[in-house]
């Protein structure tokens, strides 16, 4: 049943509030897994899964060569109306595998807040871009793990993933964890690391 909802008449009235839109991909097939905005320029990154070699606008990005890699993210203005970089990423080469996605597809994306640097998880692998997307700082790399989120604590600046696991021995679970011990199946897990990737302070199991 259609229900006519009062507006203000003083105010504007915006039928359609969408702004703006694009596409982004080669010749190939893309899919974002991952979107955050920059805390200062407010540029819009994105994360996900791409077979197309070559991909826009890769000359300059940290990895600008497929290599058979397919995972991306990509820097836009805040307005969506210009694409400034993008960047393959990888994961661990061990599980990198385009036949299991949990592993190859960049699924998870944060921005520190006060510098300003992305982070880009890919199956047991985190790494450290520059916010232009040229240069990685750092990789880190959570054994028996399948990343699927990344956030960043407002205060310390320290990454937490989380994501899935099958494995009974996950880096950093050990007896002061939350829970220590898989319990069987698939497992949820979350990891503390530090802001520059350096140190794994814990990992739980959860499930």
Same mark, same amino acid.
């Given at each position: ?14 039928? $359609?509030?969408?702004? /703006? ?5 080669? !010749? ?9 905005? @920059?805390?200062?320029? @407010? ?13 826009? /606008?890769?000359?300059?990005? +940290?990895?600008?060569?497929? +290599? ?16 400034? /970089?993008?960047?393959?990423? /990888?994961?661990?080469?061990? =599980?990198?595998?385009?036949? $299991? !996605? ?7 994306? &944060? ?22 997307? =040229?240069?990685?700082? !750092?990789? &880190? ?6 990343? =699927?989120?990344? &956030? ?18 996950? !880096? ?23 802001? $520059? ?6 990992? =739980?199991?959860?499930?």
């Amino acid at each position: 049943v259609y229900k006519r909802q009062a507006y203000d008449a003083a105010r504007p009235l915006v039928i $359609d509030p969408l702004l /703006q839109s694009t596409y982004l991909g080669g !010749a190939g097939n893309e899919d974002v897994k991952a979107i955050a905005i @920059h805390p200062a320029s @407010h540029e819009v990154y994105v994360a996900g899964f791409t077979d197309s070699n070559p991909f826009p /606008q890769m000359t300059g990005g +940290a990895i600008p060569a497929s +290599a058979g890699l397919v995972s991306f993210v990509s820097r836009f203005s805040a307005d969506l109306k210009t694409l400034h /970089q993008s960047s393959y990423a /990888q994961g661990s080469p061990s =599980t990198s595998s385009v036949y $299991d !996605a949990a592993f190859s597809y960049a699924a998870g994306l &944060a921005i520190h807040p006060t510098g300003g640097d992305v982070y880009v998880a890919i199956g047991d692998t985190v790494s450290r871009f520059n916010a232009a997307l =040229t240069t990685i700082s !750092a990789t &880190a790399v959570i054994g028996g793990a399948a990343s =699927t989120a990344v &956030a960043i604590h407002p205060v310390s600046g320290e990454i937490y993933v989380a994501g899935t696991t099958t494995s009974a021995t996950l !880096a950093g679970a050990d007896a002061g964890a939350a829970q220590p011990t898989y319990a069987g199946g698939d497992d949820a897990f979350v990891s503390r690391l530090s802001a $520059d990737l350096g140190t794994l302070f814990r990992s =739980t199991y959860v499930g």
